[in-house]
C-alpha cells in the first residue's frame, strides 16, 4: 500500500471489511495519535457508502501533561471531519497496563451505551498485532493468547468491539495522515523501554529488516491459533478447508495459500463483486459473492 494514492489505498482496504462495519453506529476511539486519526479519516470518508453513525471519543487517562493536547487534537479532527467527539476521564487507580485498558474500554462501553451505539472501533493495525501474539507467548499463554486480537468480539449483548485494521501496516496509516493533511499528537511515553508493549516494538524494529514477511507470518499463525481455540469459528474454518481443497484441485496449490483462500472467503461472506487474483496467473470473478462464468 505505498501507491500515489495511500488514501485511496487504505479507503480499498478497509471498504473489504465492509461486512462487519456496514450500517452500524460507531463510537471511535481516537488517542489524537496516527494509527487512530487515520481511522476516523477512513471511517469519514466512507460514511456515506457504509451507512455509518460515527462519534468519536477520547479517553484521558490523567498520566501525563501532553494528554490535554492529545484530546486537543482529538477535537480538531472532530472539527476538521465534522463529526462529534468526546472527551472521557477514567477512574483513578493503578497505572499497569492491564488495569488501564480495563478502565480505558470500561469507558469506551460506557460511552457506546450512552449513544445507543452497536460497536467500539480501535485503530489496532498489524504491528499491534504482532506484539500482543509475543506478548501472550512471554507469558505462556495457550490458543486463545496466541491468537493475539480478533477483528470483532462481543463487549456485551448489543455491543461488539470492531477492529477493521488488523491487516493494515502501521506506516501505511501514518501516510493517510500526511495524505490528508491529518494533524496527529506524538506519544512520548511509546518510547520508554520500562513499558513491555515498547520494549517488544523496540525489539520488532531490529528483526524486520531481516524478517520482511514477520508482521504477515504472526498474523497467520494467530489467525490459525483463534480459529482453533474458537468454538464459534468452527464453521469458518471448515469453509476455509473446503475452499482451500477446491481451490488447488481446480487452479494448483498456489491458489490455496492461506492469504488468498481467506481474502476469497471474505469477499464471499460480504457479498462482493470483482475478480480476485488466485496466483500463477489463475483468477475467479465473484459477483454478489457467487463465482461466476467470464
Known amino acids: 500500500m505505498r501507491g500515489a494514492h495511500p488514501e485511496r489505498d487504505l479507503e480499498a482496504a ?31 470518508a466512507l460514511a456515506v457508502r457504509l ?29 476538521s471531519l465534522g463529526l462529534p467527539a468526546d472527551a472521557l476521564s477514567i477512574e483513578p ?33 498489524a504491528q499491534d498485532q504482532t506484539e500482543s ?27 461488539e468491539l470492531l477492529r477493521p485494521l488488523l491487516a ?45 514477511g514477520l508482521d504477515r507470518a504472526v498474523a497467520r499463525a494467530a489467525t490459525i491459533a483463534g480459529n482453533a481455540a474458537d468454538d464459534e469459528e468452527a464453521d469458518r474454518a471448515a469453509a476455509r478447508r473446503w475452499l482451500a481443497g477446491a481451490l488447488a484441485r481446480r487452479f494448483g496449490r498456489e491458489a490455496s495459500e492461506f492469504e488468498r483462500v481467506e481474502a476469497l472467503l471474505s469477499a464471499i461472506e460480504a457479498g462482493g463483486s470483482g475478480r480476485y487474483a488466485l496466483g500463477g496467473g489463475a483468477s475467479l470473478l465473484l459477483r454478489d459473492g457467487m463465482p461466476t462464468n467470464e
Do not use: K
Not at 480505558?104 to 493495525?125: C, E, P
Open 14 to 44: 478497509v471498504v473489504r471489511e465492509r461486512s462487519f462495519v456496514f450500517g452500524r453506529r460507531l463510537s471511535v476511539a481516537c488517542s489524537g495519535g496516527a494509527d487512530s486519526v487515520a481511522l476516523a479519516g477512513v471511517l469519514s
Open 51 to 79: 451507512e455509518l453513525r460515527l462519534r468519536l471519543v477520547y479517553v484521558h487517562h490523567a498520566m501525563r501533561r501532553s494528554a490535554w493536547q492529545d484530546e486537543c487534537v482529538v477535537l480538531r479532527i472532530g472539527a
Open 93 to 125: 487507580g493503578s497505572d499497569d497496563e492491564a488495569s488501564l485498558r480495563e478502565r480505558r474500554y470500561n469507558a469506551l462501553l460506557g460511552h457506546a451505551r450512552r449513544w445507543g451505539n452497536d460497536g467500539i472501533v480501535t485503530a489496532h493495525h
Open 133 to 159: 501474539v509475543l506478548l501472550a507467548l512471554f507469558r505462556g499463554a495457550g490458543e486463545r493468547g496466541l491468537g493475539g486480537m480478533r477483528a470483532r468480539r462481543s463487549l456485551e449483548p448489543g455491543i
Open 168 to 212: 493494515i501496516d502501521g506506516e501505511d496509516l501514518r501516510a493517510y495522515c500526511h495524505a490528508r493533511a491529518l494533524p496527529y499528537a506524538v506519544d512520548p511515553s511509546n518510547t520508554s523501554l520500562d513499558v513491555r508493549r515498547n520494549a517488544v516494538r523496540d525489539a520488532l524494529e531490529a528483526l524486520r529488516p531481516r524478517f520482511p
